[in-house]
């Protein structure tokens, strides 16, 4: 591992963490849950919770896209997403939806701070974010796109609105 400078599980759990945490609001596939994990591990995120409906670890299918980071990123579930954003709240965290709404903004004009501790909604594959979420929430994030569709799977739309995140933060 080290002749590729990856982390061991010890030093990953050791290292100082991207204080931003990844909500999943109903998301029902595995394959996205578990993609988010790998997401999220791979910018070392603080956490990622799970709320709802969404499937949790231990399972199979979520091991397959996770390959491990189920192991290394902390998680938590929550029956109710608005209780993942209740908490967040009181620990101080700026809560954005990741979704196409009117007065959201794109991703490419957030304006944070590189310190600013940040959750980021994801919702469901179908219907999105809950609206009584997105009514808890500092504001909705969209991702620029130019297509027919305007609409990503939720694992790419983790990765790509992680880097933007990162990017700022480097």
Not at 36 to 41: P, S, Y
Request: proline share 4%; hydrophobic share 40%; net charge negative.
């Amino acid at each position: 591992m080290h002749d590729l400078d990856r982390k061991s599980v010890e030093e990953f759990r050791n290292s100082q963490k991207t204080p931003i945490v990844i909500v999943l609001d109903n998301v029902r596939s595995m394959h996205n849950v578990g993609s988010v994990f790998r997401t999220a591990d791979a910018f070392l995120v603080e956490a990622v919770l799970l709320c709802g409906y969404t499937p949790v670890p231990p399972h199979r299918d979520i091991h397959k896209t996770a390959l491990g980071a189920t192991e290394t990123v902390t998680w938590k579930y929550f029956p109710q997403t608005l209780n993942a954003v209740e908490y967040l709240k009181k620990d101080g965290y700026g809560i954005y939806a990741i979704e196409q709404v009117t007065g959201s903004f794109l991703l490419n004009q957030l304006d944070i701070e590189p310190k600013e501790k940040l959750a980021i909604v994801f919702g469901n594959e179908v219907v999105g974010v809950d609206a009584a979420v997105l009514e808890q929430c500092n504001g909705s994030i969209e991702i620029p796109q130019l297509g027919m569709k305007h609409s990503l799977n939720i694992s790419v739309a983790a990765g790509i609105v992680m880097w933007e995140l990162m990017r700022e933060r480097l």
